[in-house]
DNA sequence: ACAGTCCGTGGACGCCATCGACCTGAGCCT
DNA sequence: AGGCTCAGGTCGATGGCGTCCACGGACTGT
């Protein structure tokens, strides 16, 4: 991980579609060289993955909330995970610090499903508790911070 | 936005650098129709971004939080997003219903920074208090739920 | 000094992106 | 009905790109 596999990260999560000759104008290196670069960097799970951006709304999932998850004493917490995962609504889910054990970022199309994930997200076992709060608006969201200096 | 376009939002959401020919024979298109779907797409706001997404304790942000923000009564709500928007820590930014209006979500190397970076967002004008929880480990994140019924 | 390794370059070749020309079907006007 | 128009597709061509390979220079340990 030198400064030009940062560069490459750097311009990678500003845009995934680059191609690899336009990475190589931009870091000064080889077509293959860059390839070979982004390969290593897949490969050793810096690069987890190229993923499209979409706009929640537009594809009808307009209601964003944060769950609050607090666990029975006793649940078992790769039990809870899992169920957490089979439920598609659950974006991201963090395993957090504080009496609140977990706390799941959901995605639905209307206030009705949101009503019914919660009722869902309740009735896992080993959830005790849970508390909702809903995003009205999305300022941004996975924002990346660069990490290399600018060239 | 017919069937075809979510096929391709999706195959896109799960890898951004399918090359067109891919995605064309996926959706059972020529590439040049499956170009201009794209195109379309891109240009109407769907798809808003294409990025690398990156495991960020391998460029060394290890420590993840999330801070509640409450603004002062008479806080201008513009002015602190405008100087969160500032702090290229802040990943993500929401603005919530209940006392707590924001909920922003930091990326940072280390605890220490994290305590600079606490205090930077409650000295900006308009924040009364925060509150902050951090994560521990983060199970999934941006997990893309599927929108088009599997072909 | 020498061999091995790492990491790059340059060339070659097939595939892809992308443009323009053309085709087809739906909707609409007369 | 017939023909216009337009949206949105296919096809073909071409220039650039991805990717494989052989090769070469800088470091390193012996």
Not at 10 to 16: C, Q, S, T
Not at 24 to 38: I, T, Y
Not at 92 to 111: H, Q
Request: net charge negative.
């Amino acid at each position: 991980m030198d400064a030009i596999d940062l560069s490459l990260v750097d311009l990678l999560r500003g845009n995934a579609r680059l191609s690899y000759a336009e990475l190589a104008r931009q870091v000064g290196l080889s077509a293959p060289a860059v390839h070979e670069r982004v390969g290593k960097l897949e490969a050793a799970g810096v690069i987890r993955a190229y993923r499209a951006e979409v706009d929640p709304e537009t594809i009808g999932l307009s209601v964003t909330a944060l769950i609050s998850v607090v666990e029975d004493s006793g649940a078992d917490t790769d039990d809870v995970l899992e169920a957490f995962r089979a439920i598609p609504e659950i974006e991201s889910c963090y395993f957090m610090a504080g009496v609140e054990s977990f706390l799941i970022k959901v995605r639905v199309a209307t206030i009705a499903e949101l009503e019914r994930l919660i009722v869902r997200v309740n009735r896992t076992p080993g959830v005790a508790s849970t508390r909702t709060s809903i995003a009205l608006s999305t300022k941004w969201e996975n924002r990346p911070q660069p990490v290399a200096p600018p060239s």
